[in-house]
């Protein structure tokens, strides 16, 4: 048996997968993050703390339990239309719309600075528009000087975040319009051309990580690029993650990191975060609570 090589190449004809850059101590984006924990475990906690670190811009929310958890998302500064009920049948379509909505701010804001720079080069002085003044108001001020228009967030894509929180049992993990946008987060508000989308990183909170027990559907699952994972009785569902993330690391290998983890007896919400796609400067794709990584 050989090989016989041919003069074929391949070429990367897409967007990057992670298009968004972050800080070099963090994850990349744009992620589908699940959390998995009992009650009480810290989910909350941690997301609230993560949607901080990374500087969404717009957060939306969907969870029946927001009210409860306010003093922890408080300073995020979430908008009330924003929070959604995950048994609104129509709360994917309302999340994908305002996606698209974010994208056409954008792409009329590139429209108009084009125009006026056209403008600007044709027409030495708004006045000099004469009976077409009116056309382009928008563009010129009460002193008669041009007006530049303005984007709320400064001509750049927003960041955007999802943070699907108590939903189990609910109606969204039922939803194939939710499967869906899970496994097309990063695909949302597609921009012309071959420019990247703008995309929304998922932050899943789940007390189960299998869907028979109310939990994550193996299609969620199947997607994920990091995952926290804190203490659990259950063995089969932690042997079932282990297995599920063979494609990047041994099941041996991640139960013996999860133990070493979960030693901490002093830390009653110590957390093992998992990272599938990590940074080449990252020295492992396992951390102690996020904030530590863990080296074998």
């Known amino acids: 048996m050989k090989i016989v090589k041919t003069n074929l190449k391949f070429k990367d004809l897409g967007t990057a997968p992670f298009a968004i850059e972050t800080p070099p101590e963090h994850i990349k984006l744009h992620t589908v993050c699940l959390l998995v924990g009992k009650r009480g475990s810290g989910k909350s906690f941690f997301a609230s703390n ?35 009920d995950p048994d609104d049948t129509a709360v994917v379509q309302k999340v994908v719309d305002i996606v698209n909505a974010e994208r056409d701010d954008l792409l009329e804001y590139r429209q108009k600075l084009a125009m ?12 000099d ?24 967030w400064g ?8 943070f699907v929180d108590d939903a189990q049992s609910t ?35 789940v007390q189960n990580y299998t869907a028979q027990s109310g939990g994550l559907p193996k299609a969620v699952r199947g997607n994920a690029t990091h995952m926290a994972l804190w203490r659990t ?31 901490d007896q002093d830390d009653k919400h110590v957390m093992m975060f998992i990272d599938l796609h990590k940074k080449d400067n990252h020295p492992s794709m396992f951390r102690k609570n996020y904030t530590d990584f863990v080296v074998m």
């Open 116 to 127: 006026l720079k056209e403008l600007k080069a044709n027409i030495k002085n708004p006045y």
């Open 50 to 84: 993560l949607l901080d670190w990374l500087d969404f811009d717009r957060i939306l929310i969907i969870s029946p339990t927001y009210e409860s958890n306010y003093a922890q998302f408080k300073r995020l500064g979430v908008a009330q239309d924003d929070i959604f």
């Open 233 to 263: 009785k259950n063995k089969d569902e932690l042997n079932l993650i282990s297995k599920e993330m063979a494609g990047e690391v041994e099941p041996e290998k991640f139960l013996e990191v999860y133990e070493y983890i979960m030693s």
């Open 155 to 162: 001509g750049r894509k927003p960041k955007l975040a999802v």
């Open 171 to 205: 109606r969204i993990f039922r939803n194939r319009q939710f499967l869906n946008l899970t496994t097309r987060s990063r695909h949302q508000g597609s921009m012309p051309g071959d420019e990247a989308s703008i995309g929304i990183s998922m932050i899943i909170g």
């Open 129 to 152: 528009l004469q009976e077409n003044y009116g056309l382009f108001s928008e563009f010129i001020g009460l002193d008669g000087n041009w007006i530049t228009p303005e984007h709320k």
